[in-house]
């Protein structure tokens, strides 16, 4: 071939990604704007890798003093981080120097990651068939670090909320909370807009004021007890999602009120089926901001809406898995007024004659779209 005929996008894949490899993640982000090609080849599975550092932190002491020292002398920037330990390993020094290391790393660089992300978790070296069925799913792709805890030690969120102080999101999952203690130094993270805990399961009321989060828009909390939400205070939450193992509603709806009222999405899922959804619609006078309420796992009787107050501003009302009497529920039209969307997203209505439930069809709701014109009457919602 003439040299005048050749061109950079002429080389294989391969010699192009070690190309490529020379230039910092600043560069990079803005070397994947140039053309379709350089884009398909920095953004691919195999080049992403590149930079994603992933460190077993149940290596001997020695081994461990080793990876401090070759990271701290090394100018290598990485957009994902993975830390991995065994369930129960003694958080040594040298681990948690590691820990504190790479934290300070991804906030000192935060600028140059891709799409300004930066990807870190704390993981368990457990096999993935203990894990199957347990893991989480990372609810929003716009977080800056996702540090995940599976049972680690408490030093390690102390560690993440003294060296990441400008966090925005955070998912804490898999890690059995039972002492509130153990969440004290998320007070620290002023500007935190996403909160997710799952497993926690205090039993006992906090001795400390609740943990003050003035900037958290987003806060889900995932198979945790009636009192988890008892140790957050939150004045303008968007959407407060909580999944409760507790059979008590009105004991989890009261410690809601006490540190959440001003939200704008409720979403509220049992997992005990004997629950009234008319305790619930009883509470939700006290939040004058709601205009979106997701329901999950309760039993709904024809009257569910009786103690709905009629100045309420509801626009969207989601059931989920819910056991229905009927779909023609009780002063529908009267104190739903401002209403634009009803979804019954796996609900099973009552049927009288089998004398039990079976899945709600399309046709059991025809008669509720003619009912309310102006209202989007679904089956499922994404």
């Not at 920037?77 to 369930?87: D, P």
Request: net charge negative; with cysteine.
């Amino acid at each position: 071939m003439d040299e005048d005929d050749l061109h950079f996008n002429d080389l294989p894949f391969e010699l192009m990604c070690e190309i490529l490899d020379y230039l910092p993640l600043r560069d990079i982000k803005n070397a994947s704007t140039v053309c379709r090609r350089w884009n398909a080849i920095i953004f691919s599975e195999v080049y992403i890798h590149r930079f994603r550092l992933q460190l077993n932190l149940d290596h001997s002491l020695p081994v461990l003093k080793q990876m401090v020292q070759l990271l701290e002398a090394s100018d290598r920037e990485y957009y994902s981080v993975v830390l991995r330990a065994n369930l129960g390993s003694p958080l040594t020094d040298a681990r948690l120097r590691i820990v504190k290391l790479m934290i300070r790393l991804l906030a000192h660089r935060s600028e140059s990651l891709y799409f300004n992300m930066a990807d870190f978790r704390i993981e368990s070296c457990v096999s993935e068939r203990l894990l199957r069925g347990r893991k989480l799913q990372v609810i929003d792709t716009r977080a800056k670090y996702i540090p995940l805890g599976m049972g680690l030690k408490e030093s390690m969120l102390a560690a993440i909320c003294e060296y990441a102080v400008d966090l925005v999101d955070l998912v804490i999952a898999e890690m059995n909370i039972n002492n509130p203690k153990a969440l004290v130094p998320l007070s620290s993270l002023k500007h935190l807009k996403l909160l997710l805990i799952s497993d926690y399961y205090p039993y006992i009321k906090p001795p400390e004021p609740p943990i003050n989060l003035p900037c958290l828009e987003n806060l889900s909390l995932i198979k945790v007890t009636d009192e988890s939400c008892h140790y957050f205070r939150v004045d303008n939450l968007k959407r407060f999602f909580i999944h409760s193992t507790g059979t008590d509603a009105p004991r989890t709806m009261d410690f809601i009120t006490q540190n959440i009222t001003r939200v704008n999405r409720l979403c509220l899922h049992f997992t005990a089926r004997s629950i009234q959804a008319d305790v619930i619609f009883g509470w939700l006078d006290r939040f004058p901001n709601l205009h979106t309420l997701e329901l999950a796992g309760v039993a709904l009787p024809v009257d569910v809406l009786k103690h709905l107050s009629p100045v309420n501003r509801l626009q969207k009302l989601i059931f989920v898995s819910c056991h229905l009497e009927s779909v023609l529920l009780e002063g529908l039209e009267e104190k739903l007024a401002h209403l634009r969307l009803l979804c019954f997203d796996g609900c099973s209505l009552f049927h009288r004659q089998q004398s039990g439930f079976h899945p709600l069809h399309y046709d059991d709701i025809e008669e509720l779209r003619h009912l309310l014109p102006y209202c989007s009457v679904m089956l499922d919602y994404d």
